[in-house]
């Protein structure tokens, strides 16, 4: 880390963020469990989906606009499947619901050794890879897809943006194996909306053909940002298209009227969320080479992957475990000088002390 960053007391954070939930007429649940997330993402060094992520995302399109509905009760569905569920969040908040959602489907996966939550009418439950990395450090493998609250990504050889940037979010209880969780965790735009906002705040720019100005002219200039670009081209336009299609079949809205005016008062403009839970113990075929268990067959195939020359290669989520292990260090939350600046602002709105700025080396 190059940049100065600044610690905050994991406690003195979650309190502000969710008191600012509550100011919002959200209940001390659902703004605790909002805070709770908020804090996974910054100790694991998320930083675009972190607390002011997700309170600018409810300034934008929750719960002053309707799209997000404060102390909404979660309606559980009749389903003839036992081991899949599917709920109608009302518009609840999004952490409050996934948290939620992902312990009923490890419940689910204990006894049928697969556990299945979709979600409809929901709103975005920001940063996958919280959830998918809690679940699997108690030793499950999970996965997590959603449609986002807004369409900002154009289609493969496209201008128009009616995609989300519909992140994909694994999991998998290598721990033991490996000494963290791998957890696979992306948009599937080429870079989140969220690192275009950091890139913003603190004066940087984008990777080439990652976004596009209102012209549809590629543009590296995040104050020109119209619309993101997917990864890969066809291949992440695939993946988000993914998203799309299961959202669909869980009852999910017009990507390109979502976030925005509904072309009709009978549209959804919701997102929606399919959460998966898999025990290992559910995928053993038994038949380990050289007498291996699971967890050593899983450390081999691992270390057979990263075989020579390839020493250098970074395992997924070994950049997040490695960051809370900072996190873990400092003894708090880091965070750049703008970003305190922009807490402070909340702060002060709230009556709450402004936090100091504590340097970490």
Known sequence: MS???????????????????????YDKQEADEAAEMAAAATWHGNRTH?????????DLFGSAKGGCVPKAEIEVLESRFKATEVWNSNKKLGQSVAKRAFERAME???????????????????????YVIEAAKRGYIAYTNCTSTLAEVVPFMGKTPTLGTNPHSWGFPTTEALGYPIAIDWATSTCAMGRVQQLKREGGTLPPLAAVDSDGNPTTDP??????????????????????LTAAYIGGSLPLHRGRTSPSA??????SFFFQIIHPDALSGGDFACGR??????????????????????????????????????????????????????????????????PVS
């Open 108 to 130: 689910l996966a204990e006894i049928y050794g697969v556990g299945i939550v979709s979600v409809d009418n929901a709103f975005h439950y920001l940063w996958g890879g919280g």
């Open 223 to 244: 104050n020109k940002v119209h619309a993101l670009l997917p990864f890969g081209a066809h291949k992440g336009y695939g993946m988000s298209l993914i998203n799309e």
């Open 293 to 358: 268990d699971q967890t050593e067959n899983i450390k081999a195939v691992v270390d057979n992957i990263l075989t020579e020359g390839n020493e250098r290669s970074l395992l997924p989520g070994q950049l997040e475990a490695e960051a809370a292990k900072r996190s873990e260090a400092a003894g708090g939350l880091l965070f750049s000088s703008a970003e305190i600046d922009e807490l402070n602002e909340i702060a002060e709105s709230l009556g709450f002390p402004a936090f100091k700025k504590e």
């Open 50 to 58: 972190n607390a002011l992520k997700a309170l600018h995302l409810d």
């Open 266 to 271: 009978d549209e959804k403009s919701t997102t």
């Open 3 to 25: 940049e100065t960053f600044y610690k905050i007391n994991v406690t003195e954070h979650n309190e502000l963020v969710s008191a600012a939930y509550q100011a919002k007429g």
